[in-house]
């Protein structure tokens, strides 16, 4: 009884053994692609309609970092700051602060350009004025939870350096002349110039 034990525990450790080994490759193992990483910052404009009160436009920088985990998918952090001066007439500025992250998709890539669609969420700032009465205004800021969707392309350059351009549609809050924050719909476009710190 006590051989059949040690033969059949012989047995399973030969069998287990055979398993555990990996097959034999017949070539070179594959090179394992690491993740690229670029920086963008240029020129940013929001349309920023106000109920009741017209619409604003804003200009400012943009200022991004970008992660690229495939050639297909990758990730984002976008920071923006845009100014008005004298909105609606009431002789105070007006700025809209954004912070915003999300995943990024690239459905097509030609050559020296890529398309790109994205998600964004994270937090907005927006700092304003509306009319009330005659000479009155309400001055007010509000900070929300903030998102956007939108897309573009990218076209690359001389060596590291590449162009993008994008346009969002961009949720942030705004106070209105009855001092509610109400949830705001704004279209961003920006035009930036990307440096690819590593390549994959």
Avoid: C
């Amino acid at each position: 009884m006590k051989a059949m034990g040690k033969i059949g525990f012989l047995v399973f450790a030969l069998v287990a053994t055979a398993l555990g080994q990996s097959r034999a490759e017949t070539g070179p193992a594959a090179a394992a692609a690491a993740p690229a990483f670029a920086v963008s910052a240029g020129y940013t404009y929001i349309a920023m309609p106000i109920p009741s009160a017209g619409h604003v436009d804003l200009n400012g920088l943009d200022l991004s970092g970008h992660v690229d985990v495939s050639s297909r998918w990758g990730a984002t952090v976008d920071a923006s700051y845009v100014r008005a001066s004298n909105i609606l007439g009431t002789g105070h500025n007006s700025y809209v602060l954004s912070l915003l992250a999300g995943p990024v998709f690239y459905p097509v890539a030609r050559r020296n350009t890529r398309m790109f669609v994205r998600v964004l969420a994270g937090a907005g700032l927006v700092d304003g004025a509306v009319p009330v009465k005659n000479t009155y205004y309400l001055h007010g800021w509000v900070s929300r939870f903030s998102d956007a969707v939108g897309g573009g392309f990218e076209r690359s350059l001389s060596g590291p350096f590449a162009v993008r351009f994008s346009a969002d549609y961009l949720r942030t809050s705004f106070v209105d002349s009855a001092a509610v924050a109400r949830v705001q719909n704004n279209l961003r476009a920006t035009v930036s110039v990307l440096f690819r710190i590593r390549k994959r």
